[in-house]
């Protein structure tokens, strides 16, 4: 509870670096990367007695754990936006902390969990006990606005806010600036855009995804990637931009935290086995 303490209004940032938002439509809600949008704020709520939050979307509507599964037959329950009547343990959300980030978990044992992976999972968000990615179930709490004292618990002038609470307070201003600028940090990495082939090798639809990466390696990006995709097992490829063709990373990824494109073949596909074999490092 201490990360919330001293909040008014927060932003909570998943593990796929997307912030919480409530959806336009005022019912639902998502992971986008857009954090100065007024619909990634969320007003904290306390409950009396009890160590335990509510969270209010820009629309007035609370964040409840719903009991609707968010895909028939799979694990997860819907997350949405609503305007109970009355106001029980399903808008309730138990702040645990782990190191700088929290868990937010429900009466019933269950955890918010921002999704990666494929649409439809892709940007979704859920609460359950997953068996694994169990870091998609912490958040980075940055506080927009901060709770004034109440003249009965006013802190002498010598006296400073916890430093949780002060931390927090610092990174919620680092982020806003960098949300703000359109310039993010060097030290969050670069951004990188994919797309994934078919077992032709064609693009199908052409959606691009993007994701930041923080990793310098060919292969922490592989292994970021399965993780984002949640494929077993792929090849990482550079379109060669004179002719077209696609050909495996190999090498050291370009310097500077440069943007970069790459095109995600999976290894059991047909298209995989005409790819060029990556060649070792002299």
């Given at each position: 509870?201490?990360?919330?303490?001293?909040?008014?209004?927060?932003?909570?940032?998943?593990?796929?670096?997307?912030?919480?938002?409530?959806?336009?439509?005022q019912?639902?809600?998502?992971?986008?990367?857009?954090?100065?949008?007024?619909?990634?704020?969320?007003?904290?709520?306390?409950?009396?007695?009890?160590?335990?939050?509510?969270?209010?979307?820009?629309?007035?509507?609370?964040?409840?754990?719903?009991?609707?599964?968010?895909?028939?037959?799979?694990?997860?329950?819907?997350?949405?936006?609503?305007?109970?009547?009355?106001?029980?343990?399903?808008?309730?959300?138990?702040?645990?902390?782990?190191?700088?980030?929290?868990?937010?978990?429900?009466?019933?044992?269950?955890?918010l969990?921002?999704?990666?992976?494929?649409?439809?999972?892709?940007?979704?968000?859920?609460?359950?006990?997953?068996?694994?990615?169990?870091?998609?179930?912490?958040?980075?709490?940055?506080?927009?606005?901060?709770?004034?004292?109440?003249p009965?618990s006013?802190?002498?002038?010598?006296?400073?806010?916890?430093?949780?609470?002060?931390?927090?307070?610092?990174?919620?201003?680092?982020?806003?600036?960098?949300?703000?600028?359109g310039?993010?940090?060097?030290?969050?990495?670069?951004?990188?855009?994919?797309?994934?082939?078919?077992?032709?090798?064609?693009?199908?639809?052409?959606?691009?995804?993007?994701?930041?990466?923080?990793?310098?390696s060919?292969?922490?990006?592989?292994?970021?990637?399965?993780?984002?995709?949640?494929?077993?097992?792929?090849?990482?490829?550079?379109?060669?931009p004179?002719?077209?063709?696609?050909?495996?990373?190999?090498?050291?990824?370009?310097?500077?935290?440069?943007?970069?494109?790459?095109?995600?073949?999976?290894?059991?596909?047909?298209?995989?086995?005409?790819?060029?074999?990556?060649?070792?490092?002299?």
């Open positions: 509870m201490e990360l919330f303490q001293r909040a008014k209004s927060v932003r909570l940032r998943s593990h796929h670096d997307k912030y919480l938002l409530a959806d336009e439509d019912e639902h809600v998502c992971q986008e990367r857009n954090g100065s949008t007024r619909r990634a704020r969320w007003t904290v709520e306390f409950v009396e007695g009890f160590p335990v939050i509510r969270l209010n979307s820009c629309y007035g509507k609370y964040l409840p754990a719903s009991s609707e599964p968010f895909l028939l037959g799979m694990t997860g329950s819907k997350v949405l936006q609503t305007l109970p009547r009355r106001l029980d343990s399903s808008v309730e959300w138990e702040p645990i902390r782990d190191g700088m980030q929290v868990k937010l978990k429900t009466r019933y044992g269950n955890y969990r921002a999704n990666g992976g494929l649409p439809p999972w892709r940007n979704s968000v859920t609460h359950d006990i997953p068996h694994r990615h169990h870091d998609w179930l912490l958040w980075d709490v940055d506080v927009i606005e901060i709770r004034p004292l109440e009965s006013a802190e002498p002038e010598n006296s400073s806010i916890s430093s949780s609470s002060e931390s927090f307070r610092r990174l919620s201003k680092q982020e806003s600036s960098s949300s703000y600028s310039s993010p940090h060097k030290s969050e990495g670069r951004i990188i855009h994919y797309l994934i082939t078919d077992d032709n090798g064609e693009v199908g639809n052409g959606d691009e995804f993007t994701f930041r990466f923080k990793g310098t060919v292969e922490e990006l592989t292994q970021k990637l399965m993780e984002e995709t949640e494929l077993p097992d792929i090849i990482v490829c550079s379109r060669n004179l002719n077209g063709k696609l050909y495996p990373l190999h090498l050291q990824l370009p310097p500077n935290n440069t943007t970069m494109h790459v095109v995600l073949v999976p290894s059991n596909s047909q298209f995989a086995q005409s790819l060029p074999k990556p060649q070792n490092h002299l």
